[in-house]
Protein backbone atom coordinates (compact mmCIF):
# COMPACT_ATOMS: atom_id res chain seq x y z
CA UNK A 1 0.00 0.00 0.00
CA UNK A 2 1.96 3.07 -0.89
CA UNK A 3 -1.32 5.67 -0.84
CA UNK A 4 -1.61 7.97 1.96
CA UNK A 5 -4.26 6.90 4.71
CA UNK A 6 -4.50 10.20 6.45
CA UNK A 7 -8.29 11.84 7.14
CA UNK A 8 -8.82 15.28 5.40
CA UNK A 9 -11.78 17.24 4.91
CA UNK A 10 -12.88 17.13 1.50
CA UNK A 11 -11.22 19.77 -0.75
CA UNK A 12 -8.41 20.15 1.79
CA UNK A 13 -4.74 19.74 0.02
CA UNK A 14 -1.87 17.58 1.13
CA UNK A 15 0.77 19.55 1.61
CA UNK A 16 1.15 22.78 4.06
CA UNK A 17 0.52 26.29 1.98
CA UNK A 18 2.65 29.28 2.64
CA UNK A 19 0.80 30.62 5.63
CA UNK A 20 1.22 27.50 7.57
CA UNK A 21 4.71 26.88 6.95
CA UNK A 22 5.37 30.54 7.96
CA UNK A 23 4.77 29.70 11.46
CA UNK A 24 7.73 26.84 11.32
CA UNK A 25 10.13 29.16 9.06
CA UNK A 26 9.98 31.83 11.94
CA UNK A 27 10.37 29.12 15.19
CA UNK A 28 13.34 27.70 13.43
CA UNK A 29 15.15 30.67 12.48
CA UNK A 30 14.31 32.36 15.87
CA UNK A 31 16.18 28.84 17.31
CA UNK A 32 18.72 29.04 14.66
CA UNK A 33 19.97 32.44 15.63
CA UNK A 34 19.71 31.92 19.12
CA UNK A 35 21.83 28.85 18.76
CA UNK A 36 24.28 30.47 16.56
CA UNK A 37 24.21 33.78 18.58
CA UNK A 38 24.71 31.82 22.08
CA UNK A 39 28.11 30.09 20.70
CA UNK A 40 29.02 33.36 19.28
CA UNK A 41 28.41 34.83 22.95
CA UNK A 42 30.86 32.13 24.60
CA UNK A 43 33.48 32.54 22.00
CA UNK A 44 33.21 36.24 22.67
CA UNK A 45 33.27 35.67 26.22
CA UNK A 46 35.90 33.81 25.99
CA UNK A 47 37.99 36.02 24.21
CA UNK A 48 37.04 39.08 26.42
CA UNK A 49 37.76 37.46 29.94
CA UNK A 50 40.69 35.59 29.35
CA UNK A 51 43.18 37.92 31.25
CA UNK A 52 40.54 36.55 34.34
CA UNK A 53 41.20 33.70 36.14
CA UNK A 54 38.38 31.27 36.35
CA UNK A 55 36.05 32.86 39.00
CA UNK A 56 32.36 33.89 39.40
CA UNK A 57 33.11 37.64 37.83
CA UNK A 58 34.47 35.53 34.44
CA UNK A 59 31.75 33.17 34.69
CA UNK A 60 28.73 35.77 34.93
CA UNK A 61 30.57 38.04 32.29
CA UNK A 62 30.82 35.08 29.96
CA UNK A 63 26.81 34.35 30.62
CA UNK A 64 25.87 37.68 30.04
CA UNK A 65 27.91 38.05 26.81
CA UNK A 66 25.72 34.27 26.20
CA UNK A 67 22.38 35.85 26.58
CA UNK A 68 22.98 38.83 24.96
CA UNK A 69 24.37 37.23 21.77
CA UNK A 70 21.38 35.13 21.57
CA UNK A 71 18.93 37.09 21.73
CA UNK A 72 20.59 39.61 19.73
CA UNK A 73 20.95 36.90 16.84
CA UNK A 74 17.65 35.31 17.65
CA UNK A 75 15.51 38.36 17.14
CA UNK A 76 17.23 39.64 13.76
CA UNK A 77 16.28 36.17 12.04
CA UNK A 78 13.31 36.16 13.75
CA UNK A 79 12.20 39.57 11.95
CA UNK A 80 14.24 38.58 9.22
CA UNK A 81 12.33 35.32 9.17
CA UNK A 82 8.45 36.84 9.61
CA UNK A 83 9.27 39.59 6.67
CA UNK A 84 10.04 37.01 4.31
CA UNK A 85 7.01 34.80 5.80
CA UNK A 86 4.42 38.03 5.58
CA UNK A 87 5.89 39.02 2.16
CA UNK A 88 5.13 35.41 0.80
CA UNK A 89 1.87 34.47 1.92
CA UNK A 90 0.85 38.36 1.18
CA UNK A 91 2.66 37.71 -2.64
CA UNK A 92 0.75 34.24 -2.77
CA UNK A 93 -2.77 35.77 -1.99
CA UNK A 94 -2.33 38.69 -4.07
CA UNK A 95 -1.24 36.40 -7.36
CA UNK A 96 -3.18 33.65 -6.54
CA UNK A 97 -0.95 31.19 -7.55
CA UNK A 98 2.22 29.11 -5.42
CA UNK A 99 5.05 29.31 -7.45
CA UNK A 100 8.72 30.01 -7.04
CA UNK A 101 8.44 33.45 -8.24
CA UNK A 102 6.59 34.12 -5.38
CA UNK A 103 9.57 33.06 -3.17
CA UNK A 104 12.09 34.81 -5.37
CA UNK A 105 9.51 38.36 -5.14
CA UNK A 106 9.62 37.69 -1.12
CA UNK A 107 13.32 37.49 -0.89
CA UNK A 108 14.14 40.15 -2.84
CA UNK A 109 11.42 42.42 -0.94
CA UNK A 110 12.46 41.08 2.33
CA UNK A 111 16.35 42.04 1.50
CA UNK A 112 15.36 45.58 -0.08
CA UNK A 113 13.36 46.35 3.27
CA UNK A 114 16.17 45.04 5.75
CA UNK A 115 19.20 47.11 3.57
CA UNK A 116 16.92 50.33 3.02
CA UNK A 117 17.41 50.61 6.89
CA UNK A 118 21.14 50.93 6.47
CA UNK A 119 22.44 47.66 7.83
CA UNK A 120 25.42 46.73 6.49
Known amino acids: ?18 FELAFFTIGGCCMTGAAFGALNGLRLGLKETQNMAWSKPRNVQILNM ?46 MLYKSTGRV
Do not use: C, H
Not at 1 to 18: M, S, V, W, Y
Open 66 to 111: VTRQGALWANALGSLALLYSAFGVIIEKTRGAEDDLNTIAAGTLTG
Open 1 to 18: QDTDEFILPTGANKTRGR
